[in-house]
């Protein structure tokens, strides 16, 4: 009887030129930073932990660098924003826009990315904060690209407990309300980075975990980064290694406890996904090595033995950026949109036009929007994502499709627009639904596009 040797584990991985660096981004006391249509407040009266931006930069010898940012930011207003954002940085650093990813971690209780607004109590300190927002973004690119080491980023899948569906039928009134529904799952799946030097020091962890940082709401008055901070700091105790966050497709995902003033729920919500994130790390093989089966040992029983080999890691490095036409709403113009806010006098409802005003004039008037879209292989991983907030389904989809690969989803890269759920959800009276400008289907138009993409480029 012939049997099949059991295949080796191990992660996939790239190794090449990698740099790092990183830079404080704290937007300062005192500047507009009402996120919540709930909130009293208008401006910020503290900060609970700084805010960061890290920058991860990779490359072949002599190539032309990859460079993702990560930075402890809500989301943009309008997209039009982030678009000028954009073409000066690519203009400064002189790399095309393929090549670079600019990440929000999506906190809540941050400035929002906006131009001063004269009727907004604090905004004056809006372009002189996004100025140094970006200057802080070209001085650390620079940085990471002036000091690279030679190095390897290998990835693995673990979980954590932190994220929960947020989709809750309302037993009175029957819609769905935006907060923790117990009955149903969610995705857990949790896809830890490593990057290691040539000596075999570690050197950074990159958690992409699919989770809204909705545990700060319209009770805190603090500059935070939400669960992030926490998370950042208990990984780089520990392992004295730089820590990322990259956001996942956490569009009906949140903490179970959320919408809170108290800024220590955050915290322990940071170290709950700090220690999950740890221990995914050390269910990692060593660096370069795969634990191979190695034969019989006889024993008082037979024993299986495996042994660690090294292997050779992928230098592949390659970046897409395409859009896709996704079908828009029948939405009113955005100067209706405009005369409805001046004339609401309820503060919650004018804060929600206000933003539909703000999508619907970075979008235009048309029917269709071209939404970009960021794919890179690295090595034999592979990043994805767009300045929409998809829905699990995405990441869930793709990973099922794609199994000998690790896939990194993520949500708000490269600008930010709006939700894209699932298509049986627009039959139901849902936050999602009637806040996004996209029309039914966009986000399985999406998983097909990128997956087309995907296929394209391993084959």
């Known amino acids: 009887m012939t049997t099949l040797i059991p295949p080796p584990r191990g992660h996939c991985g790239f190794f090449g030129r990698i740099g790092m660096a990183r830079a404080e981004i704290t937007a300062p006391v005192g500047i507009y930073s009402r996120n919540w249509g709930a909130a009293k407040h208008d401006v910020a009266s503290s900060i609970h932990r700084p805010l960061y931006l890290s920058v991860l930069t990779l490359a072949e010898p002599d190539g032309t660098p990859l460079v993702l940012v990560d930075a402890d930011l809500g989301w943009w207003r309008p997209f039009s924003l982030f678009q000028e954002f954009q073409e000066r940085l690519l203009n400064e650093i002189g790399l095309p826009a393929s090549r670079v990813i600019f990440a929000l971690t999506h906190t809540h209780a941050s400035a929002p990315l906006m131009k001063s607004d ?11 904060w996004l100025e140094s927002v970006y200057q802080s973004t070209v001085a650390t690119i620079q940085e990471a690209l002036s ?18 569906d947020r989709d809750l039928p309302d037993p009175e009134s029957g819609r769905i309300v935006c907060g923790y529904n117990p009955a149903r799952p969610a995705d857990k799946t949790l896809v830890v980075g490593r990057v290691t030097d040539s000596h075999g020091q570690l050197r950074a962890v990159i958690a992409n975990y699919a989770c809204h940082p909705t545990t700060l709401a319209w009770d805190n008055e603090s500059i935070s980064p ?8 208990t990984i780089e105790q520990a392992s004295a290694a730089t820590a ?39 269910d990692m093989e060593p660096p370069g090595t795969q634990l191979a089966y190695d034969g019989v040992v006889e024993s008082g029983a037979p024993l299986a033995v495996w042994k660690h080999s090294p292997i050779e890691l992928s230098a592949k490095l390659h970046a897409v950026d395409c859009t896709v ?25 004018e804060e929600r036009l206000r933003r539909k005003r703000d999508i619907r004039r970075a979008l235009g008037d048309g029917s269709t929007f071209a939404v970009p879209v960021s794919v890179w292989v690295v090595g034999d991983a592979i990043l994805v994502g767009s300045c929409c907030e998809a829905y699990s389904l995405l990441q869930t989809e793709l990973r099922r499709r794609f199994p000998d690969h690790s896939i990194v989803c993520m949500n708000l890269i490269n600008g930010t627009i709006g939700y894209l759920p699932p298509e049986n959800l627009y039959d139901a009276d849902v936050y999602q639904v009637w806040q ?3 029309a039914r289907g966009g986000l399985e138009r999406l998983i097909e596009s ?3 993409t995907i296929e394209e480029l391993v084959v």
């Open 147 to 164: 000091n690279p080491f030679d190095g390897s980023l290998d990835w693995h899948a673990g979980s954590c407990q932190l994220a929960a």
């Open 450 to 452: 990128l997956a087309k």
């Open 226 to 233: 939400d669960f992030i901070g926490a998370m950042r700091e």
């Open 436 to 438: 996004t400008p996209f």
């Open 244 to 282: 990322f966050f990259l956001q996942g497709a956490s569009g009906e995902l949140a903490p179970r406890h959320q919408y809170v003033g108290d800024t220590s729920v955050a915290d322990r919500h940071g170290k709950q996904l700090g220690y999950a994130t740890l221990a995914t790390l050390h």
């Open 118 to 128: 004269s009727q907004l109590a604090g905004s004056e300190m809006q372009d002189p």
């Open 325 to 349: 036409d996704l079908d828009l709403k029948d939405w009113p113009t955005a100067e209706e949109l405009e005369r409805q806010r001046i004339h609401c006098d309820d503060r919650a409802l």
